[in-house]
């Protein structure tokens, strides 16, 4: 592999979690055995139509990303105009993006429920620390890339950012410390760290040593100290000894670690949106792989949570191996390509200047307009079919 720059990794970080997250997303939701019945094996961009016939809220036009990335691109913009995590601006821009079409659309693509209460909280006024759900989810991981790039050289920043990023959306120590596996993982790859087994044990460190931080900084409003204070760190460490077992095994090892750490409900597969059976998972693949392209062809195929799966194995592997290894097909097709490389590099140089970074909003709205015109031509498709279909 040709030397890499700092640059070259941050370029490849973004695009990678931009690239994953767009693959993934047409997949959320559907079982490997599904995915194998309606697709075969995915290795481009699809939009969802076959497997989701009844479901055209779940049709996807290729090569768009979804909010897992929009809420990477706005911590991006808030870390930019700002310096720093500002949560009153992150606030108001996730409540800015909401408001075209009322508290729970707008340009967010995909949100769930739980982003949605966070929604209705910050326009009720409650502050962004308090807003935070006691899900165990990975929506704090799949997000938090972009702190991983502007504080690439300082821990202990990253660290503050990353709790004030989160603690918005999730409160529970899993989600938190999630969110800080996928951020010194991704620190310690745009460092120049190797893609190796020892990656593991320092991770699992540095997360350990966060858990202990959060539980002794934050123990009054963090759910889960008490039963999960080092499910992270643990399962995360538990993932090294896999690396030589054959895969299949591996999996299956990866979901009974994960229901240790009181997956609810029972986790089935290793990318269920539970962080830490999805975390653990993506640095399994990061490492028992020989490419990025083979890293998310394996994820988005194994279903599940396959958009956030992609976004955080995206960012990861693209940090490690940089854009040139992002396959063109991919690379050419992907929606936004240039707000996600401006944002990548203006986040390497903590500096916009001479680079045009596109407006959020008005970006997302033409996106999303264009996505449900591409919905409108497939199920105007679909109609012609069963109306030649009946007798």
């Known amino acids: 592999m040709p030397h890499l720059t700092r640059s070259d990794r941050a370029r490849g970080c973004l695009l990678g979690l931009a690239v994953g997250d767009a693959l993934g997303a047409p997949l959320e939701g559907l079982s490997a055995q599904q995915i194998r019945v309606h697709y075969g ?3 481009d961009y699809l939009d969802g139509h076959k ?84 899900s165990a989810g990975a929506g704090a991981a799949m997000r938090i890339a972009p702190l991983a790039i502007y504080y690439v050289h300082e821990p202990e920043a990253l660290f503050d950012a990353v709790m004030a990023a989160s603690l918005m959306t999730h409160r529970d120590i899993r989600s938190l410390a999630g969110a800080m596996t996928v951020a010194f993982a991704a620190r310690r790859l745009l460092a120049g ?4 087994p020892s990656l593991i044990y320092r991770v699992a460190a540095d997360v350990h040593a ?6 002794a900084g934050w123990g009054n409003h963090v759910a889960g100290l008490s039963a999960h204070l080092h ?53 399994y693949l990061l490492l028992t792989t020989e490419s990025l392209e083979d890293a998310l062809v394996d994820v988005i195929n194994l279903g599940g949570d396959a958009d956030t799966a992609g976004a955080i194995l995206g960012a990861l592997a ?7 290894e992002i396959p063109t097909r991919w690379l050419d097709r992907l929606k936004n390509r240039a707000g996600v490389e ?26 999303s307009k264009e996505e449900e015109a591409y919905r409108d031509g497939l199920l105007a498709l679909s ?9």
């Open 41 to 43: 094996q995915v290795d």
């Open 210 to 215: 966060a858990e202990d931080k959060i539980a």
């Open 231 to 283: 499910s992270l760190s643990t399962a995360v460490a538990r993932v090294e000894p896999m690396l030589e077992m054959p895969r299949e095994q591996a999996l299956a090892s990866l979901v009974e670690e994960a229901n240790r750490h009181g997956a609810e409900p029972v986790c089935r597969r290793p990318t269920m949106g539970f962080a830490p059976a999805l975390v653990p998972c993506c640095l």
């Open 318 to 324: 693209g940090a490690c191996y940089g854009p040139q």
């Open 342 to 367: 401006a944002r990548a590099a203006a986040l390497d140089l903590r500096s916009t200047e001479g680079l045009v970074i596109p407006d959020l909003i008005e970006t997302e709205a033409v996106l």
């Open 51 to 134: 497997a989701w016939k009844k479901k055209p809220f779940r049709w996807r036009m290729p090569g768009l990303y979804s909010d897992d990335t929009q809420q990477a691109l706005a911590l991006s913009d808030v870390l930019l105009a700002h310096g720093e995590v500002d949560t009153a601006a992150l606030s108001a821009l996730y409540q800015r993006m909401a408001t075209p079409k009322g508290a729970y659309a707008g340009v967010h693509r995909g949100i769930g429920r739980s982003f949605r209460k966070v929604l209705d909280d910050l326009n009720a006024g409650i502050d962004p620390s308090r807003t935070g759900q006691t």
């Open 193 to 196: 760290a190797g893609r190796e």
């Open 383 to 391: 109609q012609q079919a069963e109306a030649h279909r009946a007798p």
